[in-house]
């Protein structure tokens, strides 16, 4: 008996520690508006997302509340040229009875290039 609740706990703790991607599963340029899709159904559970376009800019979303976690997408037009950091991380939202804990999972980078 012993033997068995030492493997469950195991088999808990090594699934807890494994990260998640928070990736997006498509990130496209069209002139200097970029849109990144996601499908998030993966974290099995509402959570926030804070998406930065690396210009200032930064889009919070509450996935599985604001927006479906299976397929979504955000748009960010840059006003000019230059080399951006596009970054996806989990981050806790507070929006009346409806926060949610930040999505679990590593931080996403792409650098982006616009008008070079």
């Known amino acids: 008996m012993m033997r068995l609740v030492g493997l469950a706990v195991a088999v808990l ?8 991607s928070l990736e997006p599963k498509a990130v496209t340029m069209e002139g200097n508006t ?3 899709q996601f499908d998030l159904s993966h974290l099995g559970q509402d959570c926030g997302l804070r998406v ?3 210009d200032g800019g930064e889009q919070k979303i509450r996935v ?3 927006v479906n ?3 979504f997408s955000v748009e960010h037009v840059y006003q000019g040229n230059g ?4 970054e996806v991380e ?6 009346g009875l409806g926060t949610v804990f930040g999505c679990q999972g590593d931080v996403y980078r792409k650098a982006i290039c616009i008008g070079k």
């Open 13 to 20: 703790w090594s699934g807890s520690v494994m990260a998640a």
């Open 34 to 36: 970029l849109k990144a």
């Open 52 to 54: 930065r376009f690396g």
């Open 64 to 66: 599985g509340r604001d």
């Open 69 to 71: 976690e299976r397929d």
């Open 83 to 86: 080399g951006f950091i596009l």
């Open 90 to 95: 989990g981050k806790t939202i507070k929006k």
